[in-house]
């Protein structure tokens, strides 16, 4: 690659796979969802899979958050980086169907690395304020009572607590033993 900057070789290369494919699928999802913050790239996009947020930023108390409503394409490409693809999936309930048989985990507590996780919305957040969001959300659990999954703020996948200001743990989906 005589010529090239070290930057553009490193995008001309093949990319290494973030992930080692002979791991469950949960680990996989795991190690994927981990690495995802640093994986965004300067278009913002993850995996392969471009942002959809651009027509979908919202404001609320003047502030603008560019992440809204892209937390299911972040898992969609999540998904594809840990050698499941599910489709680039635009909405929360899509990747919900799309698992719609794997069990349910109800309880925070008994979450583990690999679980998808779905929020329902708060009417309210901290002090009363009106949430700026009334969509589900859907992250990777990472562990620690941690998930990677879009952030409202920058638009970009972040690792957040499970509890949250304006969205509330509803149930999370669980990797079958039976999928690889």
């Not at 993850?46 to 992440?67: D, E, K, S």
């Not at 990472?142 to 952030?151: L, S």
């Not at 409202?152 to 969205?167: A, F, N, T």
Request: proline share 7%; charged share 20%; glycine share 8%.
């Amino acid at each position: 690659m005589a010529g090239l900057s070290a930057v553009q070789a490193s995008e001309a290369a093949p990319a290494r796979p973030l992930v080692q494919r002979d791991l469950p699928l949960a680990h996989r999802l795991a190690d994927a969802a981990s690495a995802a913050p640093s994986a965004v790239k300067e278009d913002g996009s993850l995996y392969g899979v471009q942002r959809w947020n651009a027509a979908t930023g919202r404001r609320y108390l003047g502030l603008r958050f560019p992440g809204l409503l892209s937390c299911a394409y972040t898992v969609s490409a999540i998904f594809r980086e840990a050698g499941h693809p599910i489709g680039n999936r635009a909405s929360v309930s899509s990747i919900d169907s799309a698992l719609s048989t794997w069990p349910k985990v109800r309880k925070t507590e008994d979450l583990k690395p690999g679980d998808v996780v779905f929020w329902k919305p708060r009417p309210s957040g901290a002090l009363g304020l009106k949430c700026p969001s009334d969509h589900w959300h859907v992250g990777i659990a990472v562990g620690d009572g941690k998930t990677v999954d879009n952030d409202w703020w920058s638009g970009k996948p972040v690792r957040h607590s499970i509890d949250r200001l304006c969205v509330t743990f509803a149930y999370a989906r669980r990797v079958p033993d039976t999928v690889r």
